[in-house]
């Protein structure tokens, strides 16, 4: 009997938990994505996506695509610096006052060319405040990626062997000066 009233308790416990697992909060509202958003489907391919709102249907495309194409080139390579300043000073002497002030800055470059990217699909939708958002994934052949790849490492080590020469004539010339 006493685990009959187990199992039972059990079982409306399970019911209670499945009943409300699958529905979303009072008050949470989900962001909309496109269901191609920040899928990698075609294997000869890289996509790279960017999505901006703006007031004008043709801004809010142009900036959805400048993203588009600055992720597209952080694939290739990305140099990135950051600082963080915390900041706190505490003025008075009977009751003080603590000003605190953090600032956080992260600097992104990147530097590449493609060839043959092309958007191959976009989407724009009117959001209740009148501005339009716009997605957009572009098409980057894979070979022009590796290619890049490819650049990047033969410049890198181009300029080391420029470096290392350099470094073994100006110990040839403070040789040749002690003599």
Do not use: H
Not at 51 to 72: E, F, P, R
Not at 84 to 90: G, P
Request: one cysteine or more; glycine letters at 6%.
């Amino acid at each position: 009997m006493k685990t009959m009233r187990i199992a039972l308790f059990l079982v409306a416990v399970a019911a209670l938990v499945m009943a409300c697992g699958g529905e979303d909060k009072p008050g949470v509202n989900r962001a909309y994505y496109p269901d191609w958003w920040m899928v990698q489907g075609n294997p000869d391919q890289v996509y790279s996506f960017g999505m901006d709102t703006k007031v004008s249907q043709t801004s809010s495309y142009d900036a959805a695509y400048a993203n588009a194409i600055l992720m597209a080139s952080q694939y290739v390579e990305t140099k990135v610096a950051g600082m963080v300043k915390n900041y706190e000073e505490e003025a008075g002497r009977e009751n003080p006052q603590v000003l605190a002030l953090t600032s956080k800055v992260i600097k992104s470059v990147t530097d590449a060319s493609f060839q043959g990217a092309m958007v191959n699909k976009q989407e724009t939708i009117i959001l209740d405040n009148g501005r339009y958002q716009t997605f957009v994934r572009i098409a980057v052949p894979k070979e022009t990626v590796n290619r890049n790849l490819m650049n990047q490492i033969q410049n890198e080590e181009a300029l080391y062997n420029a470096f290392k020469a350099t470094q073994a004539f100006d110990e040839l010339q403070t040789e040749l000066d002690r003599n």
